[in-house]
């Protein structure tokens, strides 16, 4: 995010060109994560303008109360923004006087007193067994080309097959493609991981190389478009909106569905739930145990529609 975007004054717009390099170099945030935390300050520094009545410096931060900070987060909310957002806002300008604070930029210790909003825990929304497979095996029955059938059968296997996340998968490059029983994955934060490479997975990544017409250098990316450059995944989210519609599928089916999908299919068959984090790439195991609520709630399901005390309860209740 270009340093004029952001309207401070020069020695405060230069501490943020040090807090940007600083987040790409040392904590290895992708330009994606950079450039949404520079989203979130210049949000941040244009409510200051108007709050303070001039452009913000350093010291002006320095000098920010509690109560500053709380304006800013009332202006939010009077705009609807949604919890999840203001928990990131409150992060991202925890994290920026962290740094300031750090380089004897600032000292302020303003944000302390301040709580992140509560945010609801989301339950991951996977696709059954049946519907994951159906899936797989329809993506490719709607491109007009047949090495691009081949591609997207490929791309929605290795989602499947290996728990990737769209990004992960767009961004292997040839040279990683997963031929063998093994592959390596670089996923947030630059952090890798080792993944299992099932053999249906395999088969359909080789499939789409036999096929492709192009010359895909060994660092040039694995899953390419019409002209040969990387694959936009938007395009990959269109076919999956064509599978919805075919299948039947709600609005949840997406992509990132088939993540979902392989994490509980896999707590379901029986995983271990550590394991899972492990391929999953999640830092904290919190998060990864959000799909045992989705496993809790398919069992009740079963248990409802087919335990026999449970149908003799509801036939007590219409009586």
Not at 89 to 116: D, Y
Not at 174 to 199: D, F, Y
């Amino acid at each position: 995010m270009p340093l004029a975007r952001f309207a401070a004054a020069d020695d405060l717009r230069a501490a943020i060109g040090l807090w940007m390099g600083w987040l790409a170099a040392e904590r290895r945030a992708s330009a994606h994560t950079v450039a949404a935390y520079g989203r979130d300050l210049a949000l941040f520094l244009d409510f200051l303008i108007e709050h303070l009545g001039e452009l913000p410096s350093l010291a002006a931060i320095d000098q920010l109360r509690t109560a500053d900070f709380r304006a800013y987060l009332a202006r939010r909310v009077q705009g609807h923004a949604e919890r999840s957002s203001l928990a990131r806002a409150l992060s991202v300008l925890r994290g920026f006087v962290r740094f300031l604070h750090r380089r004897g930029l600032a000292s302020t210790n303003a944000l302390a007193a301040l709580r992140s909003p509560r945010q609801r825990a989301g339950v991951p929304k996977p696709l059954t067994v049946e519907d994951a497979t159906a899936a797989v095996d329809v993506v490719g029955e709607f491109a007009a080309i047949g090495w691009h059938s081949k591609r997207d059968i490929a791309i929605l296997t290795l989602l499947y097959g290996c728990g990737l996340r769209l990004s992960e998968a767009l961004g292997l490059s040839r040279g990683e493609a997963p031929l063998s029983e093994t592959l390596v994955v670089t996923g947030k934060g630059r952090k890798q991981r080792l993944l299992p490479v099932l053999p249906v997975v395999r088969a359909a990544v080789a499939d789409y190389l036999a096929t492709c017409p192009h010359a895909l250098a060994a660092e040039g990316p694995l899953f390419v478009g019409a002209r040969g450059g990387p694959l936009n995944p938007r395009l990959v989210q269109r076919r999956m909106a064509e599978v919805r519609a075919c299948l039947g599928l709600p609005e949840s089916a997406t992509p990132h569905a088939l993540r979902h999908s392989f994490a509980t299919h896999l707590l379901g068959a029986g995983g271990d739930l550590r394991a899972i984090q492990e391929l999953l790439g999640h830092a904290s195991l919190s998060t990864t145990q959000r799909y045992t609520s989705v496993e809790t709630e398919r069992l009740l399901a079963i248990y409802d529609a087919a335990h026999p005390r449970a149908r003799l309860a509801g036939d007590d209740a219409e009586s």
